[in-house]
């Protein structure tokens, strides 16, 4: 019997769709198909979550013992924590991951973010050898996005897409919940004043045009659909499922956080 998104969130708990069944897992390493892969390069894309999704995964990795290096390829906030670094040198960065366990890095930019690093640096951490996290778009926040021509910032190197959706945009405007609202009307034929469905997170995420967009045809592409927060929205995001894996789509989470 599926739990409630609420003790799924309390326990951390995750739900992987395949054959479609929903399985649970404790670990989001583990239900995003990272677990046995040595050294992932994890592009998160789409709505608002990438960060906490990017979170949750480096806690994960700190937790095995395995080190991580979280970075952007557009702007993060900046946390203040202490392995947070903005002013990165390889040094740095190897006294931090032997301190914490984990880095978060980047350049420090007007708008209070962080933002890309050097082209230098980020072939300095490729040589490292570890799993690197990378959010490599933006959505201010809200729970629907569709990218502009320019995005997302997704590098050759990625191994595996994380494309991030809220469930808690349905039943909303379109103009209220979503990143690019007058686009994405275009795409789903819609209003901007129209509310969201289900089907319209599918097909955003089933689509070159919306969350595969800049996905490398090597990568593994997973969507997430986070904020299951009561029964209506596991249900749908259920459905969201169903539609997905009959385009092809294999790997989708969902998560209550």
Not at 94 to 114: C, F, H, N, T
Request: glycine share 8%; with cysteine.
């Amino acid at each position: 019997m599926l739990r409630t998104a609420q003790d799924s969130a309390a326990g951390k708990m995750f739900y992987c769709y395949r054959d479609n069944n929903l399985y649970e897992s404790k670990l989001l390493t583990e239900a995003a198909g990272l677990t046995g892969v040595k050294y992932p390069v994890v592009s998160a894309v789409g709505a608002g979550g990438k960060t906490t999704t990017l979170r949750r995964l480096a806690d994960e990795y700190v937790q095995s013992g395995i080190p991580v290096i979280v970075t952007t390829t557009t702007h993060m906030a900046a946390g203040d924590k202490p392995w947070f670094l903005t002013e990165p040198s390889v040094e740095k960065i190897e006294d931090m991951l032997e301190r914490y366990g984990q880095v978060w890095a980047g350049l420090p930019s007007s708008s209070g973010k962080i933002k890309s690093l050097s082209a230098e640096m980020m072939k300095e951490i490729w040589n490292m050898a570890l799993p690197i996290l990378i959010e490599a778009d933006g959505s201010r926040q809200l729970p629907l996005k569709i990218p502009a021509d320019h995005e997302p910032v997704i590098l050759p190197e990625t191994t595996h897409v994380l494309s991030v959706y809220g469930l808690d945009s349905i039943g909303q405007k379109l103009s209220e919940v979503c990143f690019r609202p007058e686009r994405a009307a275009v795409f789903l034929k819609k209003n901007i004043s129209d509310r969201v469905t289900a089907e319209d997170i599918a097909l955003l995420a089933a689509s070159y045009r919306g969350g595969r967009k800049g996905c490398p045809d090597s990568a593994v592409y997973t969507v997430v659909l986070n904020k299951a927060d009561d029964e209506m929205l596991v249900k749908e995001a259920v459905g969201i499922c169903r539609t997905l894996s009959d385009t092809g789509i294999q790997r989708i989470i969902i998560s209550g956080c």
